[in-house]
Every structure is written in structure tokens, then in C-alpha cells.
């Protein structure tokens, strides 16, 4: 049984952006991932915990770019990224949000305030959700079990490129660093800490 203290979890809403969001995603679709974060985000405000949103952007001319050989670089367009690519999908509001995060890599975790952001509100648990499940999720899921914070990865609010790519993260790499479970059970334990 999970068992949670809302005060002390955040949701961390990984990269939930009209690029990302738009892409063709498995095993869950882009749409399921954010109706089910946002389902999760409900209940743990409802419950009194915080809500982070996280985006990935870059500077005009991408000075702040990882810029080291790869076999498989990132494409981006030339000069900049459109406004509308990287603004949050459209049912997301983050005016809602507690706190919203830029990034410029995976982790959210990496050359952000997240930390920062998480031990000033007293949060010693991080709920994890977005796309792409082995990119961004686990990347901060990493991060989140290196800084001591008790993370919690959403398997139904969370996707990939390929079911594969979900999966084996999921299956192998996450339960190293995590606990997985589905929205309804995150939600069902934020439910139950109402109670107590």
C-alpha cells in the first residue's frame, strides 16, 4: 500500500509542451498523459501538497545548448524555438502551479532551482510524470533518488517514443531509484491522507 503525506510530495510535471506533447508517444498517448498528471495534480492539491511544472526552452541562438558529440543529436529549428512548440499543451494552466521550472537538459534536477524550490516548501517527495518516460522522467527520477527526495513514477501519466523505450525504463532502470505506480493508485493514497 502507498502511503503518502501530501504536505511533504510535490507533482513534478516533466516537459508537457506542445513539441513534445505532439509527438507520436507509447504506450499511453500524449493526451492520457496529461489528463492523468493533471488528475493527480488535482488530487494533491485538493490534499494541501505542491504542484511543479516543468518546460525545456532554450536562448535565442541555443548559447545554452549541450553542444558535445553524439551519435544521435537533438534537432532543433534554426535560430529559435516557436513560441507555440515550446508553451505548455493547452490544458495545462501554470498560473495553477505552485512553481514552474525551465530546464535545458533532462533532468529537471540539473542547473535548475528545482532543489531549491522542493526543501523551501519542506517536500521530501517527489511524484514524477511527463514525456518521455527514459529521457526526462528518469533522468529526474535519478537525480531526485541522488538528492535523498523519495521518488514516485506515475506509469500511466509517463511515455516514450516507443513502448519499448517505456518499458524498459519502467521495468529496469526507475524501480532502482523509485517506486512505480499507476495515477490511480497515487491518487487513491492522496484520498486515504485526507482521511487521516
Do not use: C
Not at 67 to 89: G, H, S, T, W, Y
Amino acid at each position: 500500500m502507498l502511503r503518502l503525506d501530501p504536505r511533504h510530495t510535490a507533482l513534478v510535471m516533466i516537459d508537457l509542451q506542445n513539441w513534445i506533447v505532439g509527438r507520436p508517444v507509447a504506450p499511453h498517448s500524449g493526451g492520457d498523459v496529461i489528463e492523468r498528471s493533471l488528475r493527480i495534480g488535482k488530487a494533491l492539491r485538493k490534499a494541501g501538497g505542491t504542484v511543479i511544472l516543468v518546460r525545456v526552452a532554450f536562448s535565442d541562438g541555443y548559447g545554452d545548448v549541450v553542444k558535445v558529440p553524439v551519435d544521435a543529436p537533438l534537432i532543433l529549428p534554426e535560430d529559435k524555438m516557436p513560441a507555440e512548440a515550446v508553451a505548455f499543451d493547452e490544458r495545462i494552466n501554470p498560473s495553477k502551479a505552485d512553481v514552474v521550472i525551465t530546464k535545458r537538459q533532462w533532468s529537471a534536477f540539473h542547473g535548475t532551482e528545482l532543489d531549491l524550490q522542493l526543501r523551501r516548501r519542506g517536500i521530501d517527495t517527489v511524484i514524477i510524470s511527463g514525456i518521455a518516460t527514459n529521457f526526462g522522467v528518469e533522468a529526474t527520477a535519478r537525480d531526485a533518488f541522488a538528492n535523498n527526495y523519495a521518488a514516485i513514477v506515475a506509469e500511466d501519466a509517463t511515455s516514450s517514443m516507443t513502448a519499448d523505450m517505456h518499458r524498459f525504463s519502467i521495468d529496469h532502470v526507475l524501480p532502482r531509484v523509485a517506486r512505480i505506480r499507476s495515477s490511480a493508485v497515487i491518487i487513491d493514497a492522496l484520498k486515504e491522507a485526507m482521511k487521516d
